[in-house]
């Protein structure tokens, strides 16, 4: 059967990716034969559908699974999902408001039922598109963090912290969501630079004439002031020590107290202190024992403290407090003003800092292992910048705030007895014992379970340990097989809010680590350096790029600019590239089956072409597994690129291929059949699907004969000479072209070669190459320079070519002399390394010889074309 003359990306998928999932190949079960490899995939939102960050994590990912499947260890990537508590119940509640249902009128059994239904119709859409893309995991094991046996786990572990004294129930500052009615996690705060007025607001003295003026963006809150703080040091305040203010549009006197926390430079110096509404006016009142008076309800209206303007939404009141203020003479200015601000990641609301009852676990002592072995490299950020941002982070960590208003998640095992007591369990009945100890007339109706639910990173934190049932069964075959895992792959905006925790819980739970490598990807960014994403409008389809380009070409395309830890500048240019390169693949390798074989012809001189693309195999195959070791796969890819479009597809393939309907040798042919099974080897962690297709082109085989289980190479020997004589020999070759280009000759026209050298050898070994590739029918060897002739140098080696017609002699001149001053100013920068007596005495001896032969080279270089332009 033929190969079709074009790459049909979409047939090509469809076929092997339901082929590798009928054979089982992404299937793994625990082997003590084999060295275990796994992922556990950063479980998707269930809400979610693959944007751009999904395409790059776990294309990652799947290169990372299918080298370790080729090196014949039990690779086993665990997918899943993410309950995602307020996106999902946002999701939820927009559902049945379209419906014509408020969520204030179901019970919170009902609520769940719709919840579950929602789950069930498009909590697995983006697993689904994650097999477009060609991900390769174990699709058998996917979990979701609130079935049955991983919801078990959350309450165990919340059970098990509570009864370690680690978990408790407090009043704290927390972000609220006024849309969403619940606390939110630090991550979920979106800060923005919004353009805001600043209120300038005079507070009368107490008992004296005067005024002290503040300086705040939320006029609103003054109602909840308790305080203004001045900074001891400051002068202008001296005469104010120990005096107290009207608060305006109020009855009610604050005093005036003094902590150099306050700046005497932003604003006018003075500070109005809000405990119940600012972070760190909350830590001013705890320090000065000051009254905390909350004046928003929960939806961000104010309330009674709000006095005559109890019942309007935030914002609203700030505008009428502003034109109240005016109107009393408290307003002293208003300036144009920017800050930032936080919004709710989910629903767009401004954050309101918040006093609330809320549970928290303590993080002083749990914290100590997962720092610790971070910083001595037990395990390993990649790149290893981050590693001072977590430090940072870990060395100033707060009390984790676990609880959430919400109903769709983990419901907190606490149950309340009749006298405000409560007690922790891992069900009603265990609750029911523990009650009972207290009051032995009550009964289970007498219970009322806590409403909140808990964070979704509670049950993120377990995952690596949840996905194997390390919790509930901690010495099951999977958990004592797969932990700790290998490798985690995700991005640096996580690296705090699951990737610590998750460390965290590992120490806790295992005692060891969950992954020994933590990938931090960059984030995928516009031309214009913006974050892409849906609300922007900047992020293109995942899927249109796949049905346009091939999954091969976007997987290739996404990591030709994504080096670890940085962003990556998307341009569709890319994929594009990445299309153009299996494109590439397909035509080589059509070509070569294209060829007539005959087994009674001679190998006509290919055996030099064969040598060099083996050892320059072999050295890729070198440079590859160091650059996976340092988790360098952008780089790995550009090293499998350039080995098969440069070295494999412009130069091996040239060198050898047979002239026009000429046939080719037997032994050739075979050579060129195994380099290409040994590339598409090397391609496939990269290129899944277009490597599968040529593996089986190239002959016919069993049915589990396919390259996602074939033995990734391995290197083996090389002379480096080999390359370094080709590496040369390809250099002249670029300059006959350059020449002739220059010259406006035909690549079809052949000339004459003539070389002034003190060693024929390379020239010799590599006569045919040099005839073929650069159309030259005679080589001779001179002692002598030429003159009227194109020429140029190579190290210490003169190259002529005499041409008919004239050569424009001042041209050439120029030419050379331009070259001359190029080679002066490097042999000027090379001197001065070589004279700097730090830099000698300090260099590795290696990096010393090659310095040094640069300047020889350079040297010799010069001196030929000196003789060069003195023959002109």
């Given at each position: 059967m033929s190969l079709s003359t074009k790459y049909n990306p979409q047939e090509v998928e469809e076929k092997w990716y339901s082929y590798w999932l009928e054979h089982?190949?992404?299937?793994?079960?625990?082997?003590?034969?084999?060295?275990?490899?796994?992922?556990?995939?950063?479980?998707?939102?269930?809400?979610?559908?693959?944007?751009?960050?999904?395409?790059?994590?776990?294309?990652?990912?799947?290169?990372?699974?299918?080298?370790?499947?080729?090196?014949?260890?039990?690779?086993?990537?665990?997918?899943?999902?993410?309950?995602?508590?307020?996106?999902?119940?946002?999701?939820?509640?927009?559902?049945?408001?379209?419906?014509?249902?408020?969520?204030?009128?179901?019970?919170?059994?009902?609520?769940?039922?719709?919840?579950?239904?929602?789950?069930?119709?498009?909590?697995?859409?983006?697993?689904?598109?994650?097999?477009?893309?060609?991900?390769?995991?174990?699709w058998d094991r996917t979990r979701f963090t609130m079935e049955e046996d991983m919801s078990a786990a959350v309450i165990k572990v919340f059970v098990d912290l509570y009864n370690k004294g680690l978990i408790y129930r407090g009043v704290r500052m927390v972000n609220w969501?006024?849309?969403?009615?619940?606390?939110?996690?630090?991550?979920?705060?979106?800060?923005?630079?919004?353009?805001?007025?600043l209120y300038y607001i005079k507070y009368p003295i107490v008992g004296q004439g005067g005024f002290v003026t503040i300086a705040t963006t939320r006029p609103e809150t003054m109602l909840g002031d308790t305080a203004v703080c001045i900074n001891p040091n400051d002068t202008r305040y001296t005469h104010l020590k120990g005096k107290e203010l009207l608060l305006p549009l109020t009855n009610r006197t604050i005093p005036i107290i003094e902590d150099d926390y306050v700046s005497m430079e932003f604003g006018t110096g003075c500070l109005k202190v809000t405990p119940s509404h600012d972070i760190n006016d909350y830590s001013l009142g705890i320090k000065h024992h000051l009254p905390s008076i909350d004046i928003f309800n929960d939806n961000g209206t104010l309330n009674k403290n709000g006095e005559k303007y109890e019942g309007l939404d935030r914002f609203v009141a700030r505008k009428k407090i502003v034109v109240d203020l005016e109107k009393a003479g408290f307003l002293e200015k208003q300036e144009e003003y920017k800050n930032n601000i936080g919004y709710s990641e989910r629903t767009n609301a401004v954050i309101e800092p918040k006093l609330s009852m809320q549970w928290f676990l303590q993080m002083d002592e749990l914290k100590k292992p997962a720092l610790e072995n971070v910083m001595n490299d037990n395990i390993q950020l990649h790149p290893p910048k981050f590693k001072n941002m977590y430090r940072s982070w870990m060395e100033n960590i707060h009390d984790w705030c676990i609880s959430r208003q919400l109903w769709w998640g983990h419901q907190i095992p606490a149950y309340y007895l009749p006298n405000g007591t409560f007690v922790v369990a891992e069900s009603i009945d265990e609750a029911l014992?523990?009650?009972?100890?207290?009051?032995p007339s009550i009964t289970a109706a007498d219970l009322q379970q806590e409403g909140d639910v808990l964070d979704t990173w509670f049950s993120a934190w377990l995952w690596p340990i949840s996905v194997f049932n390390g919790i509930k069964d901690p010495d099951n075959k999977d958990i004592k097989y797969y932990y700790p895992t290998n490798d985690l792959v995700t991005a640096p905006e996580i690296l705090f809010f699951w990737v610590a925790r998750m460390i965290i819980s590992g120490y806790e739970y295992r005692g060891e680590m969950p992954f020994r490598n933590v990938y931090l990807t960059g984030i995928v960014r516009d031309k214009l350096g913006r974050k892409m994403s849906k609300s922007l409008g900047n992020s293109p389809d995942p899927l249109d790029l796949i049905s346009q380009y091939g999954a091969d070409g976007v997987r290739t395309g996404m990591l030709f600019s994504s080096p670890a830890g940085n962003d990556l500048p998307y341009d569709e240019k890319l994929v594009e590239q990445g299309r153009n390169f299996a494109n590439k693949i397909w035509n080589a390798f059509r070509l070569i089956k294209g060829w007539t074989v005959d087994d009674q012809l001679a190998r006509d001189g290919n055996e030099v072409a064969i040598a060099w693309f083996d050892a320059r195999l072999q050295q890729s195959l070198e440079i590859l597994q160091e650059q996976f070791d340092k988790f360098k796969i952008s780089d790995a890819l550009l090293t499998s690129y350039k080995l098969v479009w440069d070295d494999f597809c412009a130069w091996y393939l040239e060198m050898i291929k047979p002239g026009f309907e000429?046939?080719?040798?037997?032994?050739?042919?075979?050579?060129?059949?195994d380099f290409m099974e040994q590339l598409m080897k090397i391609l496939h962690p990269f290129m899944p699907f277009i490597t599968e297709e040529i593996w089986h082109e190239i002959r016919e085989r069993e049915d589990k004969d396919c390259i996602i289980v074939a033995s990734f190479p391995r290197k083996s020997s090389y002379d480096?000479?080999?390359?370094?004589?080709?590496?040369?020999?390809?250099?002249?070759?670029?300059?006959?072209?350059?020449?002739?280009?220059?010259?406006?000759?035909?690549?079809?026209?052949?000339?004459?070669?003539?070389?002034?050298?003190e060693s024929m050898e390379v020239y010799q070994k590599y006569d045919a190459v040099i005839k073929k590739l650069g159309n030259i029918h005679q080589i001779q060897f001179i002692n002598e320079s030429m003159r009227g002739a194109l020429s140029f140098v190579i190290n210490?080696?003169?190259?002529?070519?005499?041409?008919?017609?004239?050569?424009?002699?001042?041209?050439?001149?120029?030419?050379?002399?331009?070259?001359?001053?190029?080679?002066?100013?490097?042999?000027?920068?090379?001197?001065?390394?070589?004279?700097?007596?730090?830099?000698?005495?300090?260099?590795?001896?290696?990096?010393?010889?090659?310095?040094?032969?640069?300047?020889?080279?350079?040297?010799?270089?010069?001196?030929?074309?000196?003789?060069?332009?003195?023959?002109?």
């Amino acid at each position: 059967m033929s190969l079709s003359t074009k790459y049909n990306p979409q047939e090509v998928e469809e076929k092997w990716y339901s082929y590798w999932l009928e054979h089982r190949f992404f299937s793994s079960k625990p082997d003590p034969d084999k060295e275990p490899y796994t992922i556990v995939i950063p479980p998707p939102n269930v809400t979610g559908v693959l944007h751009m960050g999904h395409m790059l994590n776990n294309t990652i990912q799947d290169i990372l699974i299918r080298k370790a499947r080729m090196e014949g260890k039990e690779a086993c990537w665990v997918p899943g999902t993410d309950h995602a508590s307020i996106a999902t119940e946002a999701k939820v509640v927009a559902m049945l408001k379209e419906k014509g249902i408020d969520k204030k009128d179901l019970s919170r059994e009902d609520f769940l039922k719709y919840a579950w239904e929602w789950k069930e119709k498009y909590g697995g859409i983006i697993l689904e598109q994650l097999k477009k893309l060609g991900a390769s995991c174990d699709w058998d094991r996917t979990r979701f963090t609130m079935e049955e046996d991983m919801s078990a786990a959350v309450i165990k572990v919340f059970v098990d912290l509570y009864n370690k004294g680690l978990i408790y129930r407090g009043v704290r500052m927390v972000n609220w969501d006024p849309e969403s009615l619940t606390a939110i996690s630090d991550d979920e705060v979106i800060h923005k630079e919004v353009n805001s007025k600043l209120y300038y607001i005079k507070y009368p003295i107490v008992g004296q004439g005067g005024f002290v003026t503040i300086a705040t963006t939320r006029p609103e809150t003054m109602l909840g002031d308790t305080a203004v703080c001045i900074n001891p040091n400051d002068t202008r305040y001296t005469h104010l020590k120990g005096k107290e203010l009207l608060l305006p549009l109020t009855n009610r006197t604050i005093p005036i107290i003094e902590d150099d926390y306050v700046s005497m430079e932003f604003g006018t110096g003075c500070l109005k202190v809000t405990p119940s509404h600012d972070i760190n006016d909350y830590s001013l009142g705890i320090k000065h024992h000051l009254p905390s008076i909350d004046i928003f309800n929960d939806n961000g209206t104010l309330n009674k403290n709000g006095e005559k303007y109890e019942g309007l939404d935030r914002f609203v009141a700030r505008k009428k407090i502003v034109v109240d203020l005016e109107k009393a003479g408290f307003l002293e200015k208003q300036e144009e003003y920017k800050n930032n601000i936080g919004y709710s990641e989910r629903t767009n609301a401004v954050i309101e800092p918040k006093l609330s009852m809320q549970w928290f676990l303590q993080m002083d002592e749990l914290k100590k292992p997962a720092l610790e072995n971070v910083m001595n490299d037990n395990i390993q950020l990649h790149p290893p910048k981050f590693k001072n941002m977590y430090r940072s982070w870990m060395e100033n960590i707060h009390d984790w705030c676990i609880s959430r208003q919400l109903w769709w998640g983990h419901q907190i095992p606490a149950y309340y007895l009749p006298n405000g007591t409560f007690v922790v369990a891992e069900s009603i009945d265990e609750a029911l014992s523990l009650a009972q100890k207290t009051d032995p007339s009550i009964t289970a109706a007498d219970l009322q379970q806590e409403g909140d639910v808990l964070d979704t990173w509670f049950s993120a934190w377990l995952w690596p340990i949840s996905v194997f049932n390390g919790i509930k069964d901690p010495d099951n075959k999977d958990i004592k097989y797969y932990y700790p895992t290998n490798d985690l792959v995700t991005a640096p905006e996580i690296l705090f809010f699951w990737v610590a925790r998750m460390i965290i819980s590992g120490y806790e739970y295992r005692g060891e680590m969950p992954f020994r490598n933590v990938y931090l990807t960059g984030i995928v960014r516009d031309k214009l350096g913006r974050k892409m994403s849906k609300s922007l409008g900047n992020s293109p389809d995942p899927l249109d790029l796949i049905s346009q380009y091939g999954a091969d070409g976007v997987r290739t395309g996404m990591l030709f600019s994504s080096p670890a830890g940085n962003d990556l500048p998307y341009d569709e240019k890319l994929v594009e590239q990445g299309r153009n390169f299996a494109n590439k693949i397909w035509n080589a390798f059509r070509l070569i089956k294209g060829w007539t074989v005959d087994d009674q012809l001679a190998r006509d001189g290919n055996e030099v072409a064969i040598a060099w693309f083996d050892a320059r195999l072999q050295q890729s195959l070198e440079i590859l597994q160091e650059q996976f070791d340092k988790f360098k796969i952008s780089d790995a890819l550009l090293t499998s690129y350039k080995l098969v479009w440069d070295d494999f597809c412009a130069w091996y393939l040239e060198m050898i291929k047979p002239g026009f309907e000429q046939p080719i040798d037997a032994r050739t042919y075979q050579a060129t059949i195994d380099f290409m099974e040994q590339l598409m080897k090397i391609l496939h962690p990269f290129m899944p699907f277009i490597t599968e297709e040529i593996w089986h082109e190239i002959r016919e085989r069993e049915d589990k004969d396919c390259i996602i289980v074939a033995s990734f190479p391995r290197k083996s020997s090389y002379d480096v000479r080999l390359i370094q004589e080709a590496s040369f020999i390809f250099d002249v070759i670029g300059q006959i072209r350059n020449a002739r280009n220059g010259k406006q000759i035909s690549p079809k026209t052949p000339l004459s070669l003539f070389i002034k050298t003190e060693s024929m050898e390379v020239y010799q070994k590599y006569d045919a190459v040099i005839k073929k590739l650069g159309n030259i029918h005679q080589i001779q060897f001179i002692n002598e320079s030429m003159r009227g002739a194109l020429s140029f140098v190579i190290n210490a080696d003169e190259l002529f070519m005499p041409i008919v017609g004239e050569v424009d002699v001042e041209k050439e001149k120029i030419e050379i002399e331009k070259e001359i001053a190029y080679i002066k100013g490097f042999l000027s920068t090379v001197n001065k390394k070589l004279s700097n007596e730090k830099f000698v005495d300090n260099a590795p001896a290696a990096v010393l010889e090659i310095e040094r032969k640069k300047h020889s080279d350079a040297e010799a270089k010069l001196r030929a074309l000196e003789d060069s332009l003195a023959s002109i």
